[in-house]
């Protein structure tokens, strides 16, 4: 079957501008895509904008649903540096940019209400 995305309002993105800040991030462009053709499947593409980052850091994603129950949660995509793969934005290799992805099923007939990403320094 073919896929076939539909966007997602970001409105439905919760993030802490203030905290992304602290961290060095001075913004986010991001792209939500939904697969409704098989059991609902979200990708989430990103670019983090700044010019460096006070430390390494994880994006942590938690997925709700209309009651306000978590459905999922996780961490962005694994991407490789130099032979190791990680979880982790490399404060030594960030760049303005920066390209991070999620992606997450729910089941069949949950509607999400929302998604919260949180960027943390790693460690904390």
């Given at each position: 079957?073919?896929?076939?995305?539909?966007?997602?309002?970001?409105?439905?993105?919760?993030r802490s501008i203030s905290k992304e800040?602290?961290?060095?991030?001075e913004d986010i462009t991001l792209y939500v895509l939904k697969d409704e053709s098989s059991e609902p499947f979200y990708k989430i593409y990103g670019e983090l904008h700044g010019k460096t980052?006070?430390?390494?850091?994880?994006?942590?994603?938690?997925?709700?649903?209309?009651?306000?129950?978590?459905i999922t949660k996780g961490e962005t995509n694994r991407y490789g540096v130099r032979g190791l793969v990680t979880h982790r934005i490399k404060k030594a290799i960030f760049?303005?940019?920066f390209p991070f992805s999620i992606y997450f099923f729910v089941p069949r007939g949950v509607e999400v209400s929302r998604?919260?990403?949180?960027?943390d320094e790693c460690g904390k």
């Open positions: 079957m073919e896929k076939q995305y539909k966007r997602v309002d970001l409105k439905k993105i919760e800040k602290s961290l060095g991030i980052l006070v430390s390494d850091i994880i994006i942590t994603y938690f997925v709700y649903d209309n009651d306000g129950d978590i760049y303005d940019g998604i919260k990403l949180e960027i």
